[in-house]
């Protein structure tokens, strides 16, 4: 199947024109230019990346909504709760989660490229976007990195049915000699909730297995998790899946450590305080935490040691003996490139209910755009 095959029903935009689309829009909601340019830089290298589920789908529902609704700030007050020379604690002020984390991921790089280490936690932050981002700045710079944010509850633990842990990703990535660099950015739940989301924009039911009732039964009804989900009436299952048969307590330990990061080391707010609701049912803000953490390899043997050998280990994997019928094997970092080298001549695809999201934001603040839809 060709890669546009699966992109039938979409209207395609130019990264250019979307890049700037999305931040026209951030700045008429308020946020400052220079903070504008940075959130849309992060929301644009998820769709380059073929990562649907964080980008321009993302725009309104987690950001102008919430800034709508007064439960985010358009502008981040940043401050620097404590610093030494290898570690800080960041206060991200209910601000743009991008912003705060940005500088946070580059303080982390900073001090590594001094001391060899550096680590950096944020607290009162909020949605930052594709951990990978981070993960490339780092790699960009030549270092090893570590980084992760806890969330609103989504995951039961195992044997449980209630949701508690975020789907707190917990992303690692590294440079190779390659032309790109490992990224594993992935949710320590089955699936993240951004996809769940996209399942819901395309009309489609969920797999069995990925959110459980009440009852502890698998359930598939898209529409109505994502409500439920936010009620407490609905929970994902951790990576690995349900119960121990597959092994979904290493999932539900992977979030728990997350969760951990993302809170005990900056004093930030945990598990149910990160529900987004008070106890009479208004909207309040999701004070989230994150870590950041950059290793500088040329502490040990050096970067080009590290790149070279690293790169003989993913192409080693890549061409090992394959399974009957299967045409390729990847490593961490490889899709999203092929979807880079396609989408760099093509642009994003931008499905249906994502153009009607568009057009209605282009008409609210009357933006002189038309779309290839229209």
Not at 94 to 116: L, R, T
Request: hydrophobic share 35%; charged share 25%.
């Amino acid at each position: 199947m060709a890669y546009e095959d699966n992109y039938k029903e979409c209207g395609w935009v130019d990264f250019e024109t979307l890049e700037s689309f999305m931040k026209e829009c951030l700045i008429n909601c308020g946020v400052p230019e220079k903070d504008a340019g940075i959130i849309s830089d992060v929301l644009i290298t998820s769709d380059k990346r073929g990562i649907d589920s964080h980008g321009i789908g993302r725009l309104k529902p987690i950001y102008i909504d919430r800034i709508d609704w007064g439960i985010l700030n358009p502008e981040t007050k940043i401050d620097i709760v404590k610093e030494t020379a290898t570690t800080a604690v960041l206060d991200g002020n209910n601000g743009m989660g991008h912003v705060v984390s940005k500088k946070a991921m580059q303080m982390a790089i900073d001090k590594a490229k001094e001391n060899g280490i550096g680590m950096v936690t944020v607290r009162n932050s909020t949605h930052y976007g594709i951990a990978g981002y981070y993960s490339l700045m780092a790699s960009e710079a030549g270092m090893i990195s570590f980084n992760g944010t806890n969330a609103r509850p989504s995951i039961a633990p195992t044997f449980g049915v209630e949701n508690m842990l975020g789907t707190n990703p917990l992303t690692i990535g590294f440079p190779t000699d390659e032309e790109f660099p490992f990224v594993l950015d992935c949710a320590t739940s089955v699936s993240q909730r951004g996809k769940i989301e996209m399942y819901s924009r395309e009309g489609k039911q969920l797999p069995e297995g990925w959110v459980i009732g009440k009852d502890g039964k698998t359930r598939t009804d898209t529409d109505q998790i994502l409500v439920d989900l936010t009620k407490g009436k609905a929970a994902m299952a951790p990576l690995g899946g349900l119960g121990e048969l597959t092994a979904g307590f290493k999932g539900y330990g992977f979030a728990t450590v997350v969760e951990v990061l993302s809170a005990a080391l900056q004093g930030g707010s945990f598990l149910k305080d990160l529900n987004g609701f008070n106890e009479k049912g208004e909207r309040i803000p999701y004070p989230l935490g994150h870590f950041f953490i950059a290793i500088n390899p040329e502490f040990f043997l050096g970067l080009e040691t590290f790149k070279k050998i690293a790169g003989a280990i993913v192409r080693d994997l890549r061409n090992s003996e394959k399974a009957p019928g299967a045409e390729r094997i990847y490593t961490a970092g490889e899709k999203e490139w092929d979807a880079w080298e396609y989408r760099k001549d093509h642009g994003c695809p931008v499905p249906e209910v994502l153009q009607n999201q568009m057009v209605e934001l282009r008409n609210r603040w009357r933006m002189d755009y038309t779309f290839s839809w229209e």
